[in-house]
C-alpha cells in the first residue's frame, strides 16, 4: 500500500488524502459493513463516544480476522456520526482507542455527520474495505 500525499500539502494527521495499492494475483478485496459501538451480543456496554468508536473498531478487526486480514490491510475508512461536535471533542480519546486497536496505520478516511444511524443508542459506525494479500 502506497500513501499518496501531494508534495506541496500539509501533512495530515491520522489518516491518508489517499492509497493506492497493486493487486497481486490471489490478493483479496474485504469489505467489513458499518460497525457501531456494541459487543457481539449486539448489546451497549456504554453511551460514551470515544468507548462506542473503540468498540466499533474492535469489531472490524475481529470481522477482518475472519476474512485472513489485520488492521494494516485497511485502505478505506468511513466513519458516521450523529454529531460532529461530539466527535471533535472526543477526538484524543478517540485517537487512543484507534491507536491501541488498529495502531498507527492511517487508511483514506473519511467523516460524514448524520441525522441519526439505525440503532438508537449508537453514536459512531464506521466501515472499512481491506486488500488481503495473497496467502503465501
Known amino acids: 500500500m502506497k500513501i499518496l500525499q501531494p508534495p506541496d500539502w500539509l501533512e495530515p494527521r491520522g489518516y491518508a488524502n489517499g ?10 478485496l474485504l469489505f467489513v459493513g458499518g460497525q ?20 466499533a473498531l474492535r469489531n472490524i478487526v475481529a470481522v ?6 489485520g488492521p494494516e490491510h485497511i485502505t478505506r475508512m468511513t ?12 477526538l484524543r480519546e478517540v485517537g487512543r482507542h484507534y491507536r491501541d486497536v488498529i495502531g498507527r496505520h492511517y487508511p483514506a478516511m473519511t467523516a460524514v455527520e448524520v441525522a ?21
Open 116 to 136: 441519526e444511524l439505525v440503532e438508537d443508542r449508537a453514536r459512531v459506525e464506521i466501515e472499512v474495505t481491506a486488500v488481503v494479500p495473497p496467502a503465501g
Open 64 to 69: 477482518l480476522e475472519q476474512g485472513g486480514a
Open 36 to 55: 457501531i459501538g456494541w459487543n457481539g451480543q449486539q448489546q451497549f456496554e456504554t453511551d460514551d463516544f470515544a468507548e462506542q468508536a473503540g468498540q
Open 79 to 90: 466513519w458516521y456520526v450523529c454529531d460532529k461536535k461530539e466527535y471533535v471533542g472526543a
Open 19 to 28: 492509497v493506492m495499492t497493486e493487486f497481486a494475483a490471489g490478493s483479496r
